[in-house]
């Protein structure tokens, strides 16, 4: 079993930064690939970003590239997704979550643990 818990959530305004943290533990760290996963209301659970096992490949949706970063301590158990020049749309809960393998990284039903999710709040 693998527990995460996100934090670093908030208030910003537009333009602005923020960075999540998803601390892991129960598990080998290093054998899981992690994602963040965002759910605004009204709407569907969507991807943002994920990474390998290995911290060597990255993947982001397009609405978040050039944006968005995401990294992993592996010291620490701990991803984080590193979110610059924040725009109203961005605002949601987000998800952090772990697969041990995956088809398509994107895809919600490819993690079997989650987080308990972390609001981002962007005003405009």
């Known amino acids: 079993q693998v527990q995460l818990v996100e934090s670093g959530g908030g208030l910003v305004q537009a333009g602005g930064s923020l960075r999540l943290s998803c601390a892991a533990s129960?598990?080998?760290?290093?054998?899981?690939?992690m994602g963040w996963f965002r759910q605004a209301p009204g709407r569907e659970r969507e991807f943002v970003g994920a990474i390998d096992w290995s911290g060597s490949r990255t993947y982001y949706t397009d609405s978040v590239k050039g944006r968005f970063t995401i990294s992993r301590d592996g010291a620490k158990n701990t991803v984080y997704l590193q979110m610059k020049s924040l725009k109203f749309e961005d605002t949601a809960v987000y998800y952090c979550?772990?697969?041990?393998?995956?088809?398509?990284?994107?895809?919600?039903?490819?993690?079997?643990?989650w987080g308990q999710g972390t609001q981002v709040t962007v005003s405009s």
């Open positions: 129960g598990r080998t760290f290093s054998s899981l690939h």
């Open positions: 979550a772990a697969a041990d393998s995956y088809t398509d990284y994107a895809t919600v039903n490819d993690y079997a643990y």
